[in-house]
């Protein structure tokens, strides 16, 4: 059982940086491949970047590449989102999510409760 909290979120103007957080619990961290994922309103939720469990593969959605970073560390248990160059369109609840190594939503078996990016233009 993996239990994920989100933070980090919050209201930004266009053009800003911020950096999204998830804590993991658990003794296996390093075993789960770790995403994020976003729904922003009245949309799906949609993939915006993978990590494996050694850190050593990314992937990421072509809508942030170039923007969002992903990166793990797995002695504190952390994964986390680095997002540059912000815009309206990245507004949305940011969810954290375990499971394998993959883009598609029925991969990731534990989810974080989400955190809320607004990015005013």
């Known amino acids: 059982q993996v239990q994920l909290v989100e933070s980090g979120g919050g209201l930004v103007q266009a053009g800003d940086s911020l950096r999204l957080s998830c804590a993991a619990s658990g003794r296996t961290f390093s075993s789960y491949a770790m995403a994020w994922f976003r729904q922003a309103p009245g949309k799906e939720r949609e993939f915006v970047a993978a990590?494996?469990?050694?850190?050593?593969?990314?992937f990421y959605a072509d809508s942030v590449k170039g923007r969002f970073t992903i990166s793990r560390d797995n002695v504190r248990n952390t994964v986390y989102l680095q997002m540059n160059s912000l815009q309206s369109e990245d507004t949305a609840v940011y969810y954290c999510?375990?499971?394998?190594?993959?883009?598609?939503?029925?991969?990731?078996?534990?989810w974080g409760q989400g955190t809320q990016v607004t990015v005013s233009s």
């Open positions: 999510a375990a499971g394998r190594l993959l883009v598609t939503i029925n991969a990731y078996d534990y």
């Open positions: 990590v494996s469990g050694s850190a050593l593969r990314q």
